[in-house]
C-alpha cells in the first residue's frame, strides 16, 4: 500500500515538473524567438517523465 503512495507522489511531481518545463519553454519561443530551443525543451522533458515513470512503476 505504501508503495504505491510512493509511486503516486512521483508520477504528481514529475507532472508538475513537465508543467515546470513547458511554462519555461513557451517563455523561449515567445519571447526569446528560440522555436528550437523550446522544443527541444518540451520534447526532451516529456522523454524523461516517461521514462522515469516506467522505471518507477516497473520496480
Known sequence: MLNIVYHILFLLFS?????????YS???????????????VI???????IFCNIVVWMH
Open 15 to 23: 507532472i508538475y515538473i513537465l508543467i515546470e518545463s513547458i511554462v
Open 26 to 40: 513557451i517563455y523561449e519561443i515567445k519571447n526569446e524567438k528560440n522555436v528550437f530551443g523550446g522544443i527541444c
Open 43 to 49: 520534447a526532451f522533458s516529456i522523454f524523461c517523465i
